[in-house]
């Protein structure tokens, strides 16, 4: 049902009922009889919140493991990008952290508006204030000035398919440079894990680990890293390039000379320049103009299309479990896109709804030789779609 969310463009788990009991479609997708009963928002919360973290990061290996199996994930150059995620708090509830009182007592929505105006020095941060309704919440400024509580969510795509290889959740007053090391390594490990499954499926079940756990002999995972210049820190250059990654990293404008004393010296200033040269070749640009196309496209059909810019759980936890069904279902959307052409259940029904109409209207065209041979299209065309409702959407992915 969560997967439903994101293909209908839900976000809230009560709108996923709804959705699902009104929905004929829907219900005979989930295998349920007209006069069954939906199961309940509540079940959904109570399953999310009995199931640990580490068994949503394994249904995410395992849709990872069929875009694998599909020949649409390489695994050699990852992008790595960011945004913010609306948490489910208000910033006219944050508390004082030392005191945990808003500085009033009992006020009113009007008198808040009042005494925020006045307010000497008006500033919000999380070092003095917090959310009295979701403690992991930060305060954070968007681009347009505004400031919201929110979540930060980070992803690490392929850049030569377009595939989700990891996905993290971190306090939005986290920067950039300081998540960026944590997001590749589970990106890594999640290669590392889809492989040895498919080498234990494969028969060679001596070289594996239970649970898809990573083996020494399993391939290494994305070796060139590319982002935007909010990713560009000496020290994590240097990093990088001890990890064995390339980077392709614009830098930041900055006046004056560098001085690299008490960043690492002299290493970390040859991983700057050897970064600031691979940007400005072609096959650095080539990958900054992938980075735009297929990186923020994940992002688009996440947070935009799929609804989750906006979550309505609280804790850190509880979103990260959400996200990572969201960006499961992404993945299943590209292999549906790449099978039928088009990346949702509803966008294929759109379109051979679509198709059926142009054709019926040609074949009305009194031309016999291309009446005869549209009908030999069409028929040939009703076959390919009957087996392609949603009930029968899933038996498709498996055969396919």
């Not at 005979?28 to 199931?51: A, K, N």
Request: aromatic residues 6%; hydrophobic residues 35%.
């Amino acid at each position: 049902m969560h997967l439903i969310g994101y293909f209908e463009g839900i976000e809230s788990e009560r709108g996923i009922e709804w959705r699902c009991a009104d929905s004929m479609s829907l219900r005979e997708f989930l295998g349920l009889e007209l006069t069954e009963r939906v199961p309940d928002h509540s079940t959904l919360s109570r399953m999310r919140m009995r199931l640990p973290l580490d068994v949503h990061q394994q249904a995410f290996v395992l849709i990872l493991g069929i875009v694998e199996r599909k020949g649409l994930l390489r695994g050699r150059v990852s992008g790595v990008d960011s945004t913010f995620l609306r948490a489910d708090a208000s910033m006219k509830a944050i508390v004082h952290r030392d005191t945990e009182e808003s500085g009033m007592e009992s006020p009113t929505e009007e008198d808040a508006r009042r005494f925020d105006r006045s307010r000497v020095g008006k500033r919000s941060s999380n070092k003095e204030w917090e959310s009295a309704t979701d403690s992991d919440a930060r305060i954070a400024k968007l681009k347009d000035g505004r400031t919201r509580l929110a979540y930060k969510s980070e992803h690490a795509v392929d850049l030569e398919t377009g595939a989700v290889v990891g996905v993290s959740v971190h306090p939005a007053d986290r920067p950039d440079p300081a998540t960026m090391e944590e997001t590749l390594a589970e990106a890594e490990e999640n290669l590392q894990r889809v492989r040895s499954i498919d080498a234990a499926k494969d028969g060679d079940d001596d070289n594996g680990l239970p649970g898809g756990l990573p083996t020494q002999g399993a391939p290494e995972g994305a070796r060139a890293v590319v982002a935007d210049k909010g990713y560009n820190k000496a020290v994590l250059l240097r990093r990088l390039k001890e990890k064995g990654y390339s980077s392709f990293i614009p830098e930041r404008r900055q006046q004056g000379k560098r001085r690299w004393t008490g960043k690492g010296g002299r290493k970390t200033a040859v991983a700057f320049y050897e970064s600031r040269a691979r940007v400005k070749r072609n096959k650095g640009k080539g990958l900054q103009r992938k980075r735009g196309e297929l990186l923020e496209r994940t992002f688009a059909h996440i947070c935009e299309t799929g609804a989750a810019r906006r979550t309505r759980l609280r804790g850190r936890e509880n979103v990260s479990k959400r996200y990572l069904l969201q960006a499961s279902a992404a993945n299943l959307g590209l292999v549906m896109r790449s099978l039928f052409g088009r990346g949702t259940p509803r966008g294929l029904a759109e379109s051979l709804q679509v198709c059926t109409r142009a054709i019926s209207r040609i074949m009305a065209t009194p031309q016999a030789p291309m009446v005869a041979l549209l009908r030999a299209l069409f028929r040939s065309f009703e076959r390919i779609r009957a087996p392609l409702r949603a009930a029968d959407l899933t038996r498709a992915f498996a055969k396919a």
